[in-house]
């Protein structure tokens, strides 16, 4: 298939390769490919690129020593995971995972803690798909979710501010919409909850979300073939 091919690569904190792949873009992922661990479709690998050639399997990847898992996975259960960014100060993974019909999603993995399924397409965010019951056990939810019946279709992410020039921002996790051109952040409440709020509504068809080396975050629209920098108003 052409699509749900994952979206980006990433360099984690501890120096290794991270790569999002998509289910392969079946509709619904009739090949089952998001739950099934010996293909890396539907997954986030993690890869050591430096030690051998092509590369080699970190020794703490968390499948490591299961034959019935492909050792490079880090983590598994996605459907399209567009975009990755870890937080610069906490070395905290995000990523958005286009939803199928319904629903749009963020996730969120802690500093150097993998092994998570995100359970697609047992789930899609957090209601069964395709069926009125599943079982939700072993399963990570997502931090946050959307529905399509806000003029939405497909999620984009997304970048944390860390700079000091907008203390403001500060944390705060930025994502769009490809279809219904809002920008929202949001930010941990600190006791496992979380903010969100609308800064930007019907802006830019975001495809991309950016980071600087001073922290400054950017926003490339697909509509204008421009890219952005994101400042708080006023």
Do not use: K
Request: net charge negative.
């Amino acid at each position: 298939y052409n699509n749900h091919n994952g979206g980006q690569i990433e360099f984690g904190p501890d120096g290794y390769l991270y790569i999002g792949f998509g289910d392969g873009g079946n509709q619904g992922d009739t090949e089952g490919n998001g739950q099934n661990p010996q293909t890396l479709l539907g997954a986030i690998l993690r890869i050591d690129v430096d030690s051998a050639s092509p590369y080699a399997i970190p020794a703490d990847n968390p499948f490591v020593n299961d034959d019935n898992v492909r050792n490079e996975i880090w983590a598994y259960g996605v459907r399209n995971p567009w975009g990755l960014q870890f937080d610069s100060l906490t070395g905290d993974l995000y990523f958005a995972d286009v939803g199928q019909d319904l629903w749009e999603e963020v996730n969120w993995q802690p500093a150097g803690v993998g092994g998570q399924n995100y359970g697609w397409n047992i789930l899609e965010a957090t209601h069964c798909y395709g069926a009125e019951n599943c079982d939700e056990t072993g399963l990570t939810l997502p931090i946050h979710e959307y529905n399509h019946d806000i003029g939405a279709c497909s999620i984009t992410g997304g970048a944390i501010y860390r700079g000091d020039e907008y203390p403001q921002m500060q944390g705060n996790y930025f994502f769009g919409d490809l279809c219904l051109g809002s920008i929202w952040a949001m930010v941990s409440n600190g006791d496992g909850t979380w903010s969100v709020r609308a800064v930007q509504p019907q802006w830019v068809s975001s495809v991309v979300f950016a980071a600087d080396a001073a922290g400054n975050l950017y926003v490339g629209d697909r509509g204008t073939d421009t890219l952005f920098r994101i400042e708080p108003a006023g």
